[in-house]
């Protein structure tokens, strides 16, 4: 006899039952442990199926791509993470463009997406136009990151892009090294201590001796 298939120690028939919770967060994470279970789940199909139909919109999403890892072969998951791309709320359509773009270009049906996803790029919320901008990078690059994500430096001069530097200055300031930096000051987001005047012009090095960009 097989072992039974679990995820998190609960079985199939564990999280078909979460599916019919009235906490749309049960019924989310039903979906999701059946999608991590896979083929493996196919006895959960047709409660997967009926999840589509959810009144909440997330937990369709969370559906739909459940039933696309237990039953890659169906077209129902394409067709209603696509229509989630029209949801009222940002979020949704933000999620519902992330598993479009988790499906990968190979599978079946999902070019019918890209064109609803170049929809996306005028979205009133910056947040569904750039995560369908990675969807479509996915899709259209066959697996590979958006041309924006291929390079962390400036074409041509070696140094940090700005949101990397912008990364490192903020390690920085939240390190304990931060070098007599103040943050007790209300006036400005950051001031130096006030030095002598035979300090302040000496140029302020942190203890470990490289630049603040590099410690």
Request: hydrophobic share 45%; with cysteine.
């Amino acid at each position: 006899m097989s072992a039974q298939v679990t995820y998190l120690r609960t079985s199939v028939a564990g999280w078909v039952g979460a599916l019919s919770s009235s906490d749309p967060l049960q019924r989310r994470l039903g979906a999701y442990a059946l999608g991590e279970i896979g083929p493996a789940a196919s006895e959960a199909m047709p409660d997967l199926a009926a999840a589509l139909e959810d009144p909440v919109g997330f937990v369709r999403v969370w559906a739909a791509a459940a039933l696309a890892r237990v039953a890659p072969s169906g077209g129902e998951s394409v067709t209603v993470l696509i229509a989630e791309l029209g949801n009222e709320l940002a979020f949704v359509r933000s999620l519902a463009a992330w598993h479009l773009g988790r499906l990968g270009p190979a599978f079946p049906g999902i070019e019918r997406a890209l064109l609803p996803l170049r929809q996306l790029a005028g979205d009133r919320d910056p947040s569904v136009g750039a995560e369908a901008a990675l969807a479509l990078g996915m899709l259209e690059g066959k697996g590979a990151p958006p041309p924006e994500l291929k390079s962390l430096s400036r074409e041509g001069t070696g140094r940090p892009a700005p949101r990397v530097a912008g990364l490192r200055l903020h390690s920085l300031l939240t390190s304990p090294r931060r070098a007599s930096i103040s943050s007790t000051s209300t006036a400005t987001p950051l001031s130096y201590k006030r030095r002598p005047a035979s300090v302040r012009s000496a140029p302020i090095q942190p203890s470990c001796g490289r630049s603040f960009l590099t410690c």
